[in-house]
């Protein structure tokens, strides 16, 4: 069964930065397709951050783009930087990995509070 451990987050200030990393075990590299982040603020939907895919491509959320940046550093972990915060990120942000089997794994999120 696949596990994604998530690392990171916290609180700071608008305007600072923060970083995110995600690991998965319990999957075999092959059949992993995409993996990345998404978030969910209080009374929202869960919305895409960021996702690479195994064709090479990276996917950014139209809000976090010039701002935050996907790194891939294998096929199973991935970080995601994520600079000049502002109020309206705060949100749980939860690790995705797809595979072939057309099933997701999530984490189980990890708190990202940006104060004015």
């Known amino acids: 069964q696949v596990q994604l451990r998530e690392s990171g987050g916290g609180e700071v200030q608008a305007g600072g930065s923060l970083s995110l990393l995600c690991t998965a075990s319990?999957?075999?590299?092959?059949?992993?397709?995409?993996m990345g982040w998404y978030r969910q603020a209080p009374g929202k939907q869960r919305e895409l951050v960021a996702i690479h895919t195994r064709g090479g491509t990276t996917d950014y959320g139209d809000s976090v783009k010039g701002r935050f940046t996907l790194s891939v550093h294998s096929a199973k972990r991935v970080s995601l930087q994520m600079n000049s915060l502002k109020p309206d990120d705060t949100a749980v942000y939860y690790c995705?990995?797809?595979?072939?089997?057309?099933?997701?794994?999530w984490g189980q999120g990890t708190q990202v509070t940006v104060s004015s």
């Open positions: 995705n990995l797809r595979r072939t089997t057309g099933s997701d794994g």
């Open positions: 319990g999957v075999i590299t092959s059949a992993v397709t995409a």
